[in-house]
């Protein structure tokens, strides 16, 4: 083996041996899942948050604030900043999409 095809040979096992173990580690990573509003939280409470409205034509996902995906079950709200209400959910603050 030529110092050019070894240096090239040693380069490439280095550069997969650096590869491999980042893949493997970001493979094993969980899925990231937000988490959830807790209804008994002090600020859900507050807004009288509920994870599963009574009302079926009032809930988060057709709320102006509600952050969701169409067709999500949870999405961002800027009232409970880090967390997700369910789609099903509701709260005091509801403003219906315009
Ligand atoms: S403001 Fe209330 S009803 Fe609207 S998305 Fe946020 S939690 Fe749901």
Not at 65 to 70: M, S
Request: aromatic share 6%; charged share 15%.
């Amino acid at each position: 083996m030529t110092d050019i095809k070894r240096r090239k040979f040693v380069t490439l096992m280095g550069a997969t041996a650096t590869v491999v173990p980042v893949a493997a580690l970001v493979a094993s990573l969980p899925s990231h899942a937000a988490d959830m509003v807790d209804p008994e939280s002090a600020q859900a409470k507050a807004l009288q948050y509920v994870a599963e409205t009574a009302d079926a034509a009032v809930h988060c996902s057709n709320c102006a604030l509600y952050g969701g995906a169409e067709g999500a079950e949870s999405g961002g709200c800027p009232l409970f900043p880090g967390a997700e209400v369910a789609a099903n959910g509701w709260c005091s603050a509801y403003v219906p999409k315009g």
